[in-house]
Each structure stands twice: as structure tokens, then as C-alpha cells.
């Protein structure tokens, strides 16, 4: 059964920081690994997605890194602003050697709050 | 193209009544997965459904909930005879087919069920 577990649960930092998020699963035969921001009472919105046969992903300042041997991912924000401020949540698909990719396991996130 | 669109936004029930919520995923997708967010927890795998077929509905709890995807219209997540514990948000999400886990799913916005 996969596990997925984000650490840390929380994080207050200032604005202008760098940062890192960390997400760790047990099953590392995966296809995929998702990171989504959720901002509170809202939808879920796709961050960036890693292939299992990729490394990293970047989108503007977002950086996420993807080492399946150990079983770990990290979403790096740099330059955190207030508007950053948010629950990260990563998902990998539930069914490590299965094809239904849109079911997920989600960790229980990492809220973040950006202070000016 | 419009993204998952999910509806009622936000939806209150009292205790034995039915609660019905609709999913329509975005355009040229033909997979539906709903998920369950309860408070103060992550989010959890429903149902998986494909246009007239329910594919996985390991996650849905035996009785009083059901799930279809009709071959015309939305998706409908269907709750009867709520009770307090169903007050959460519920979403859906989709993604075009399921065939390599090399495509990411969308989520809608979700519906906030309370039950009072």
C-alpha cells in the first residue's frame, strides 16, 4: 500500500526566502508525482508534474526534484512572496503498477504562510 | 477550455436528506475520479469512473453513496440519508484517458457538503 508523508506539516518563514518541501512515499515503483497548491476553501491546482523518468521539473520559481530509488521528492520555492502562502500537497498514483494514473495518494500536506 | 467544473459550490443538507453533486470534466476527457476531504484530514480516493462504467469504487464507503457518469452530462456523486460525518469537500477530477500514468488529472474547485 502506498504511503505518502509530507514533512514539515507546517512552515512560517518570511518573504524573500528560499525554501524546501519535502515528500517521501514508500512505493517507489511509481509513474508519476504531482505537486498541487490548495489555497483554503479552494480547489486543488496542479503545480508541476514529474515523470518517473525525469529528475526535475521547474516552473518559474518552483523547482521539483523526483529520486524514486529513495523514495523522496522536494518542491523548492525560491524567493517566497505572501501570495505563496498556502497548503502543498503532493499525490503519486495509487496503483503503483496499475494504469488509472488519475487515482492518487495524497500526503497530508505542508502549510505554508509567508510573512511580509 | 473550460477546467473541471464542479456544482453546487456549496451545498447544506439536513440529517436523511440527499445531497447530489455534479462533475463535469473538462473537454475531451472521458475519466472521472471523486474525492473525499474531511476535516482536518487529507484527501482520500472515491470512485473512478469512464462514461457509462464504474472502474474503481474501492473507495466509497458500502452504503448510501453511488457514483455514475451517464453517457451524456456530468458525472453525479450521490450521498443519501446524509448524516454529520459526510459534511466535507468532495472533488473531481478528470484527465483524458489511462492508458501509461503519463498524463496529469485536473481537479474542479470541489463542493463543500455541510450537514446540519
Known amino acids: 500500500k502506498q504511503e505518502v508523508t509530507q514533512i514539515p506539516a507546517a512552515l512560517s518563514v518570511p518573504e524573500g526566502e528560499n525554501l524546501v518541501l519535502n515528500c517521501s512515499f514508500t512505493?517507489?515503483?511509481?509513474?508519476?508525482l504531482q505537486w498541487f497548491r490548495q489555497d483554503p476553501g479552494k480547489g486543488l491546482t496542479s503545480l508541476l508534474l514529474?515523470?518517473?523518468?525525469?529528475r526535475e521539473q521547474t516552473s518559474g520559481r518552483l523547482n521539483a526534484s523526483l529520486d524514486k530509488s529513495s523514495g523522496r521528492s522536494t518542491l523548492y520555492i525560491a524567493a517566497s512572496q505572501p501570495g505563496d502562502s498556502a497548503t502543498y500537497l503532493c499525490a503519486v498514483p495509487l496503483n503503483a503498477g496499475g494504469t488509472s494514473y488519475g487515482k492518487l495518494t495524497f500526503g497530508q500536506g505542508t502549510i505554508l504562510t509567508v510573512h511580509p | 477550455n473550460a477546467g473541471v467544473m464542479q456544482n453546487p459550490r456549496h451545498l447544506v443538507r439536513r440529517r436523511g436528506q440527499e445531497a447530489r453533486l455534479r462533475c463535469s470534466p473538462m473537454k475531451g476527457h472521458s475519466h472521472v475520479y471523486w474525492y473525499r476531504q474531511l476535516p482536518e484530514e487529507g484527501l482520500k480516493f472515491m470512485v473512478y469512473l469512464q462514461k457509462e462504467n464504474i472502474i474503481d469504487e474501492s473507495g466509497m464507503p458500502k452504503e448510501r453513496f453511488s457514483a455514475e457518469f451517464p453517457k451524456e452530462g456530468p458525472s453525479i456523486l450521490r450521498i443519501q440519508q446524509v448524516v454529520r460525518g459526510d459534511s466535507a469537500a468532495y472533488f473531481c477530477?478528470?484527465?483524458?484517458?489511462?492508458?501509461?500514468?503519463?498524463?496529469?488529472?485536473?481537479f474542479g474547485q470541489g463542493t463543500r457538503l455541510t450537514v446540519v
Open positions: 477530477a478528470s484527465s483524458p484517458f489511462s492508458g501509461t500514468g503519463r498524463t496529469e488529472a485536473f
Open positions: 514529474i515523470q518517473s523518468s525525469q
Open positions: 512505493d517507489s515503483a511509481i509513474y508519476n
